[in-house]
């Protein structure tokens, strides 16, 4: 399987518990995205790296949640001290940076689905 | 401020037949892309079908049109001959231009369910 996946598939938590989550992005992929769905909604931009880099971050991510990618293959995202509202599906994805329409395409894994109770 | 609306929360078509899912956006900028994906049930977005800005004619992509009309800021996704396995959200997403990477902004969603 040459696609994104994501790692673990489903993670119940109790509030206040560290969470993290794994993402692999297609191999040649350089660009990697994290977004967040809640239910019955869109997908919501969190966070966006170009290799190793870790260049947008949006208003969404607060303080107790922190991301890499270290060699700019695999990434993480951890929660600290979970919230009830962090319950969620959260998506990653990736794409090549080439300068075609089709080249910003971006391929998402099957997601994490949180619930913290 | 980019914005994707999809109006319609849900849809059901017959099988065999096509169904429009509508999606209206809102940028300023002249340089943008517009996206369709699919999230069956069980979560993961599957990438449709993609239409430039400056594009000339309407994308296709097997069973998949996009009608895009650029003066109405519109980009309805057609199926046509829907199969069951068609039934799942519908998401209609804008490549934010402002940025050099893309991220995604996306619409609300439309469930498309397909009657036997």
């Known amino acids: 399987d040459t696609g994104v996946s994501q790692d673990p598939r489903h993670k119940i938590t109790k509030r206040g518990q560290n969470v993290t989550f794994r993402c692999d992005p297609i191999?040649?992929?350089?660009?990697l995205y994290w977004y967040r769905q809640t239910l019955g909604q869109g997908p919501e931009f969190l966070t966006y790296f170009q290799n190793e880099a870790q260049l947008e971050k949006s208003r969404l991510l607060s303080d107790r949640f922190s991301a890499e990618r270290p060699k700019g293959s695999f990434s993480t995202l951890e929660i600290q001290r979970t919230e009830q509202g962090d319950s969620a599906m959260y998506l990653c994805?990736?794409?090549?940076?080439?300068?075609?329409?089709?080249?910003?395409?971006?391929?998402f894994g099957p997601g994490t689905r949180l619930t913290v109770t | 401020a980019q914005k994707i609306t999809q109006t319609q929360p849900g849809m059901f078509v017959q099988e065999k037949e096509a169904v429009t899912l509508d999606c209206t956006y809102d940028?300023?900028?002249?340089?943008?892309?517009l996206f369709w994906y699919k999230q069956p049930s069980s979560g993961e977005m599957i990438f449709l079908i993609y239409?430039?800005?400056?594009?000339?004619q309407n994308a296709t992509e097997g069973r998949y049109s996009l009608n895009f009309q650029k003066a109405r800021k519109s980009a309805n996704l057609v199926i046509s001959a829907s199969q069951l396995g068609d039934s799942a959200m519908y998401f209609c997403a804008m490549r934010d231009s402002g940025t050099s990477y893309g991220k995604l902004t996306f619409g609300q969603g439309t469930i498309l369910t397909v009657h036997p």
């Open positions: 191999s040649e992929h350089n660009r």
């Open positions: 239409q430039g800005s400056y594009d000339q």
């Open positions: 940028t300023s900028d002249p340089s943008y892309g």
């Open positions: 994805a990736s794409s090549l940076a080439q300068f075609s329409g089709r080249s910003y395409e971006q391929y």
